[in-house]
Nanobody
Framework: QVQLVESGGGLVQPGGSLRVSCAAS????????MGWYRRAPGKQRELVAS???????NYADSAKGRFTISRDNAKNTVYLQMNSLKPEDTAVYFC?????????????WGQGTQVTVSS
């Protein structure tokens, strides 16, 4: 069973920084696209940033210039560095990965990690 486990969330003051990580474990051959999503209270889940296996990135407008997504394929881990955090960034952050096992690709989600931006 493939699992994605997020870590690194917490409470940070406005203007601060935080890095969240997501590590994949289990039996699989490779991971394709990986992404970070978030769900704020009372809102739908939205894409924050994504990264392909060769490092091509995509960001939501709200994340551009402040957040950086990266990955370490050797560690099967994706990161989201968040700078200049705002109260509106408060949400549960989820990672997603396209997990390849032979000819089959399945989408897996982590359990989420809470990020709270507040003074």
């Amino acid at each position: 069973q493939v699992q994605l486990v997020e870590s690194g969330g917490g409470l940070v003051q406005p203007g601060g920084s935080l890095r969240v990580s997501c590590a994949a474990s289990g039996s699989f051959s490779s991971i394709g696209m990986m992404g970070w999503y978030r769900r704020a209270p009372g809102k739908q889940r939205e894409l924050v940033a994504s990264i392909t296996s060769d490092g091509t990135t995509n960001y939501a407008d709200s994340a551009k210039g402040r957040f950086t997504i990266s990955r370490d394929n050797a560690k099967n881990t994706v990161y989201l560095q968040m700078n200049s955090l705002k109260p509106e960034d408060t949400a549960v952050y989820f990672c997603n990965g396209a997990i390849n096992s032979g000819d089959i690709t399945v989408s897996r989600w982590g359990q989420g990690t809470q990020v709270t931006v507040s003074s």
